[in-house]
């Protein structure tokens, strides 16, 4: 398991009143059929921060399925693209202590306070990753967020290694200080 979300999970009772296996039996009594109901059941009724409630929802919600099993299923028949999310986790655990690694069954949200990168493999040569950056303009590599939607308002596509340059490292580095 990603040493950042044991680490929150271990934090759990002290920040948020309640265990992981808690939190679990409190949504297995609920009846949401959208990631996002629960998330605003529990920020709502319970005061749980985003980051909080986003790991208890992704973690409730697949009993089969581990952390690393919901990676390694991710990247099924896409192994090519394993370097390049490696790379990409490396530069965002470089940011701070405070960043929650987050994954689900089809991306990786990182999360400083809230969501502000997420990492997504969009094809069998390419990864899509997600920025929240208000206010930047897009370019012909920092392009609108497609198919991320509201989750994200910027998405670049990077389909080798070496496209985890500088420029992208920046972006990184941008939408983690915003996500204070």
């Known amino acids: 398991m990603d040493k950042a979300l044991q680490t929150m999970i271990d934090n759990m009772p002290v920040k948020t009143g309640k265990s992981l296996s808690e939190w679990k039996q409190i949504l297995s009594n609920e009846n949401f059929s959208k990631?996002?109901?629960?998330?605003?059941?529990?920020?709502?009724?319970?005061?749980?921060t985003h980051g909080f409630a986003n790991t208890i929802v992704t973690l409730a919600k697949d009993k089969t399925e581990s952390v690393e099993d919901l990676v390694i299923n991710q990247y099924k028949g896409?192994?090519?693209?394993?370097?390049?999310?490696?790379?990409?986790?490396?530069?965002?655990k470089d940011l701070g202590a405070d960043i929650i690694i987050t994954p689900?069954?089809?991306?990786v949200s990182i999360i400083r306070k809230k969501q502000f990168t997420l990492i997504k493999p969009a094809t069998k040569?390419?990864?899509?990753?997600?920025?929240?950056?208000?206010?930047?303009?897009?370019?012909?590599?920092l392009g609108d967020s497609g198919p991320f939607?509201?989750?994200?308002?910027?998405?670049?596509?990077?389909?080798?290694?070496?496209?985890?340059?500088?420029?992208?490292?920046?972006?990184?580095?941008?939408?983690?200080?915003?996500?204070?």
């Open 35 to 48: 990631h996002t109901e629960s998330l605003k059941f529990l920020k709502e009724k319970y005061g749980v």
């Open 78 to 92: 896409k192994e090519n693209l394993i370097p390049i999310y490696e790379k990409l986790l490396s530069v965002v």
């Open 104 to 107: 689900k069954k089809g991306s």
């Open 125 to 141: 040569t390419r990864i899509d990753l997600g920025f929240k950056l208000k206010d930047k303009p897009i370019t012909n590599r």
């Open 149 to 180: 939607g509201s989750m994200c308002t910027h998405r670049v596509k990077v389909s080798t290694v070496e496209e985890v340059d500088k420029e992208l490292k920046g972006w990184i580095k941008e939408a983690y200080l915003a996500a204070k």
